[in-house]
């Protein structure tokens, strides 16, 4: 039971004031998608890589150095690998970071906003959200968002919660802050505008989904039945299949990716083998979130 559940009543027993306000609580407002993409593009494409790195041992209490050294391989390894992918086919992306990573690690963050990508937000310590009272959300999110603004030299303006883990409080603190945008939910493929308890808030959602994800197809875990069981070569064919959707319905395909999975030697390679494709495809617009937030309200006259 999370701290925003008032009490332990059976959902077939709530009154409809209490299922319909969980369900208008937080909800997908109109789409964005704009007329036309930038520069004439018939599709939008936007990578993101969550740097999720020592976190996600240390947001379960787990100080084991085993683990911890997977998490050192995300920054060690595998964010080097990655930038020289994106430098090489000149591609701007946004790395999700959380506040504690950024502190291990602010040159390897300094050297992606120098390497012109986005910095945002990606909670803590990689905390779940909901589990935490509205305090203690708070007071996270605040910290993070001035962690990543003193190391990025300006404040982050996108969010994406850990593990997705969206909590009923947690968009009054996004629109507290002034971001621009959340990327953590899963109302639609294309960009709509975040309404709370009905009313439109001008928060834009670039939405995600576990089938655009690597950690899906690739987690594994030692103590469980838990094991990479699609190849790579499977793993690109749901990408291309979702990326040539995108192409023909002339919409967004937003991709989340995580540095210690991704930036394997076997799986960076599917990744330029995506890019190839999307590339001869042709008509790509290839942007960080923060801009793809930008360039829909932009085109969308009304969300001010
Ligand atoms: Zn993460």
């Not at 190849?231 to 395909?253: C, H, M, N, R, T």
């Not at 494709?277 to 006259?301: I, L, N, S």
Request: proline share 7%; charged share 25%.
């Amino acid at each position: 039971m999370s701290p925003h559940d008032a009490d332990a009543e059976p959902a077939w027993a709530w009154d409809e004031r209490r299922w319909r306000g969980a369900v208008e609580k937080v909800r997908a407002g109109r789409r964005l998608t704009p007329q036309r993409w930038k520069d004439g593009a018939r599709v939008c494409v936007a990578l993101s890589f969550d740097s999720d790195h020592e976190t996600s041992t240390l947001r379960e209490g787990s100080v084991s150095p085993g683990r911890l050294s997977q998490g050192q391989y995300g920054s060690r390894a595998a964010v080097p690998r990655i930038l020289a992918l994106l430098r090489r086919h000149g591609i701007r992306a946004s790395f999700f970071v959380p506040g504690v990573v950024a502190l291990l690690h602010p040159d390897e963050q300094r050297r992606v906003v120098d390497e012109g990508h986005e910095l945002a937000m990606h909670g803590w310590i990689h905390e779940m959200t909901s589990q935490l009272t509205p305090v203690v959300e708070r007071d996270l999110m605040h910290r993070a968002h001035e962690t990543l603004a003193k190391i990025a030299g300006r404040p982050p303006v996108g969010v994406r919660v850990p593990s997705w883990d969206f909590s009923p409080t947690t968009l009054g603190l996004i629109r507290e802050l002034g971001l621009l945008y959340d990327s953590s939910l899963m109302a639609d493929d294309e960009p709509y505008e975040l309404l709370e308890d009905g009313a439109p808030t001008g928060i834009v959602e670039l939405p995600v989904e576990w089938i655009k994800d690597d950690a899906p197809y690739f987690g594994m875990n030692r103590a469980s039945t838990l094991r990479p069981y699609t190849p790579p070569s499977a793993v690109l064919e749901i990408f291309k299949a979702e990326f040539d959707g995108a192409v023909a319905e002339g919409g967004l395909f937003l991709l989340t990716m995580h540095p210690h999975i991704i930036g394997h030697r076997s799986r960076i390679a599917l990744l330029e083998r995506l890019i190839e494709h999307m590339k001869a495809v042709g008509g790509v617009w290839f942007a960080a979130h923060e801009e793809v937030a930008r360039y829909c309200r932009a085109a969308d006259g009304g969300l001010r």
